[in-house]
């Protein structure tokens, strides 16, 4: 199976402040990959699909960027809103071999 | 409006056999696929597997094969996920998860079926 690994496991933050979180994969998955958000006792939110296509309704200030192996997520102005769990997800392999990486936990400074 | 309801808790001895559904609704159940995904207490989401809504056909995780079975009833617009020979360490909350575009995101989920094996 591909390995997702997300840098930092977690992170401090204020409101306003620019967030970026990395996903690694552990090879190629040619932008074969989505963002969710998690908040406590909640089911995941899809964010952006295909590396950097944001989802319907989502807010323009989250963003993703990203080739190969290596994929970013970056949230221009955080809102308090945004404090949650982030999780990257590639579906790259045929047949299904479905991966997340081990979550990004955004808490406020 | 896009709904996926799933049943409710289960508590399970060692070695039973659970079987969570999912119903859905505001959309045509038979032109998306439906994956599950489970999640541990303070662990990171895991694939288990998917089923086509039109076609039936599944593929499953090699982690989970042999110990799930996903079915649907198209009929009633609900998918079901089946997990056999249960151990401790199935303990997780259970999701469904629409396929957006039959690729693997998933843009709805379900609230979510926490399964508890405890003896």
């Known amino acids: 199976d591909i390995q997702m690994t997300q840098s930092p496991s977690s992170l401090s933050a204020s409101v306003g402040d620019r967030v970026t979180i990395t996903c690694r994969a552990s090879?190629?998955?040619?932008?074969?990959l989505a963002w969710y958000q998690q908040k406590p006792g909640k089911a995941p939110k899809l964010l952006l699909y295909?590396?950097?296509r944001l989802e319907s309704g989502v807010p323009s200030r989250f963003s993703g960027s990203g080739s190969g192996t290596d994929y970013t997520l970056t949230i221009s102005s955080l809102q308090p809103e945004d404090f949650a769990t982030y999780y990257c997800?590639?579906?790259?392999?045929?047949?299904?071999?479905?991966?997340f990486g081990g979550g990004t936990k955004v808490e406020i400074k | 409006q896009v709904h996926l309801v799933q049943s409710g808790a289960e508590v399970k001895k060692p070695g039973a056999s659970v079987k969570v559904s999912c119903k859905a609704s505001?959309?045509?159940?038979?032109?998306?696929?439906m994956s599950w995904v489970r999640q541990a207490p303070g662990q990171r989401l895991e694939w288990m597997g998917w089923?086509?809504?039109?076609?039936?056909?599944?593929e499953y995780s090699q982690k989970f094969q042999g110990r799930v079975t996903i079915t649907r009833d198209t009929s009633a617009s609900t998918a079901y996920m089946e997990l056999r020979s249960l151990r401790s360490e199935d303990t997780a909350v259970y999701y469904c998860?629409?396929?957006?575009?039959?690729?693997?995101?998933?843009?709805?989920w379900g609230q979510g079926t926490l399964v508890t094996v405890s003896s």
């Open positions: 089923i086509n809504g039109g076609k039936g056909n599944t």
């Open positions: 505001g959309y045509t159940f038979t032109i998306y696929a």
């Open positions: 998860a629409r396929d957006k575009y039959a690729e693997g995101s998933f843009d709805y």
């Open positions: 997800q590639q579906y790259y392999n045929t047949p299904r071999a479905l991966t």
């Open positions: 295909a590396a950097s």
């Open positions: 090879q190629g998955i040619s932008n074969s």
